[in-house]
């Protein structure tokens, strides 16, 4: 079942929540990460001194030694080789791609090594590594700064996929993927790194959670986030597309639309009863990702609601995503990810549609 | 040709092979080349699908593989390192099951036996060997378990091979870089493969040192491989070996050498065969005597038909470690998969 919250998370001042951006939760999980689990190692490219080019690391060198968070040279195939060798060795490798589209020179040891030593092995080599990428667009970066993988990833055998679209779920997501023993893909979205939101570090222990059901505060780390409740349609997104969502749902509000948004945060394994939950009370959904059309995961996500909700559906799952062509430049990134009028017309066909 | 220093110098004042070490070097070699012969008839028998044989390169395996210390080390192989798996005493059974398609890595335990999962990506390995190595500093100890990583003069020449010897530089990673140059990448040659005249001397360009070593002398490898392991417990960071030899026969058994050389070039650039050069001057030293080679024969023989039983005897595996080995904490999509397949093929 997923965990249901109002909205993003708004100011509090409970005991325990603390305002933090993402860039700030991030760091925090690491940093107690490393001081809780011996073996947990963080590398990259600058992500030493420097602390990462968006400063995830910051400080953690500097506090835990460098035989604990080190810089490699700048080869991502390097990177990813490196985990495999020191998961092998009994570490946990937290590594870091610099950018997304850095990812793709590493591909190989990522769908050939990290998804298939398990297997290849029989379950005797886990891979418990935690990549870090920080992902999607809207920052206006050069190219290859901007990349939405996650398909490519999910449809790999043996990897995992998350994605956080808030500080608390960073903070908690990172620290419970990060004691797992199979990889993840953690795609981290780089727009939202400099929000702020409540982080509650005590509303889960991210560290004794049981990864399969699991009804307690970490279980539900494991599904999806109903992020606003709704009557009439409901919006499937993640990473930085949920804020986005949730802002459409506002404006639609103010016309009387109802509008549910489900946080989805895991990409694999996707929460499936959620959705089935979901539209199947709402009975409409729109997927909106950044990530180009074709082939992308809201046909699965929609294939996955159909499989569960055909018999009550009103309409067919629409989507609004980025378009087949490869990551525009800054001027027009405007254009190319789903923006609100673009999910606003995908909730209006939705809506509208009549049957034959 | 002799051990031959090209860049940076390896010391070794460990003591010479035993009269027993070098018998037990050559028993191993006479066992590997016996189950390479072997495995190559099973697969024309029908018995096994495919095999890719290592005639030939037996010096190159037993030697290096009898340097490995199986407390510490750990070693990451290609697809062809049988000779490796065997000095290093492997379940051969288990080594063998992958080219009886039973499991891709083989059916070994990679910890217990300090042998990574069987490698089909070329040079997809040589990373993890620095990577684990990494690892045995971390903690600042000395005296740590080394890599070896084999691959060949083709593989050398994946990006992978230089991130890892930089990354390795870099980190003084304590990894054996074992390339064995076995002439040929399938069809292609190695002055066709390796710009930079060797594979050895592009480590000059990492500052590591690197020797290119006889691989036809099982002697010269051990000690060239022994004084690697020297140099890497140490702290001084990675060796690189180039073995020279030659691959006498075809890549694989699918493959046909006829179409890019032909018998008297495979001849010429054949030189002698490892093993009889060995037993030539085991018998000129007086260390063994034809009685002694003939045993070394028949307990190949009996060993071979031991592990060709092993391999007939493994069934197929069942259907249900497809979907439970993927994961250590399998998805609910993944579960409900194998409950959907366990239904409709009947096995439930
Ligand atoms: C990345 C990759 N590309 C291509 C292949 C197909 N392939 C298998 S072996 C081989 C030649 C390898 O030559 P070398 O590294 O010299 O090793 P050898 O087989 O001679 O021992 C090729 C091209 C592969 N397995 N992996």
Known sequence: MPETTTAEPTATAAVGIQQLSMQQALNRALDEILADHPKTVIFGEDCGQLGGVF??????????????????????????????????????????VQFDGFA?????????????????SRGTLPMP?????????????????????????????????????????????????????????????????????????????????????GTDDAGSLTGARVAREGRHLTL???GAMVSRCLQVAELAAEDGIDIEVLDLRWL???????????????????????????????????????????ATLKAPVERVTGFDVPYPSGDLEDEYIPNIDRILFGIQRVLEYRRG | MTIKAVQGAVDDDAAPLTHD????????????????????AWQRQGIIPGYAPELGQEAAQVGSGYAVDRTRDFVFPTYREMGVARAMGLDMVGYMSTHKATWHGGMYNPLE???????????????????WAHGQTLGGAQDTGVAMTYFGDGASSQGDVHEAMNFAAVMKAPVVFFVQNNGWAISVPTERQVAGGSVAARAAGYGIPSLQVDGNDVVAVYEATRSAFAHCRAGNGPVVIEAMTYRRGPHSTADDPGRYRTLDEERLGAGEDPLERFKQRLLADGVADEAFFAEAQRKAEEEEESIRAGIADLGPRPGAEMFSLVFQEPTPALQSQATEWRKESEHA
């Open chain 1, 268 to 310: 694999k394994p996707i929460d499936a009863e959620a959705l089935a939950t979901s539209v199947g009370k709402t009975r409409r959904a729109v997927v909106v990702h950044e990530a180009p059309l074709t082939s992308g995961l809201g046909a699965e996500v929609a294939q996955l609601i159909t499989q569960s909700c055909f």
């Open chain 2, 21 to 40: 070490q070098l018998r037990e070097l050559y028993t191993l070699m006479a066992a590997v080349r016996h189950l390479d012969t072997a495995a190559v």
């Open chain 1, 236 to 238: 499937v997104a993640w």
């Open chain 1, 104 to 120: 793709y020179p590493a591909i190989n040891q990522i769908v050939c090594q990290i998804a298939r030593m398990n297997y290849r």
């Open chain 2, 113 to 131: 036996s300090r042998f990574a999962p069987i490698q089909a990506v070329v040079a997809g390995s040589v990373l993890h060997a620095v990577g």
């Open chain 1, 129 to 213: 590594i935690t990549l870090r990428v920080p992902s999607f667009g809207g920052i206006r970066a050069p190219e290859h700064h901007g990349e939405s993988l996650e398909a490519l990833f999910a449809h790999v055998p043996g990897l995992k996929v998350v994605s956080p679209s808030n500080p608390h779920d960073a903070y908690h997501l990172l620290k419970y993927a990060a004691t797992r023993p199979d990889p993840v893909i953690f795609m981290e979205p780089k727009s939202r790194y400099w929000q702020k939101g409540p982080v509650d570090v005590a509303s889960a222990d991210a560290n004794t959670a049981a990864h399969d059901g």
């Open chain 1, 55 to 96: 400063r995830i690391t910051d400080g953690l060198q500097a506090k835990h030694g460098e035989g604990r968070v080190f810089d490699t040279p700048l080869a991502e195939s390097g990177i990813l080789g490196m985990s495999v060798g020191l998961a092998m060795a009994g570490f946990h490798p937290i590594p870091e």
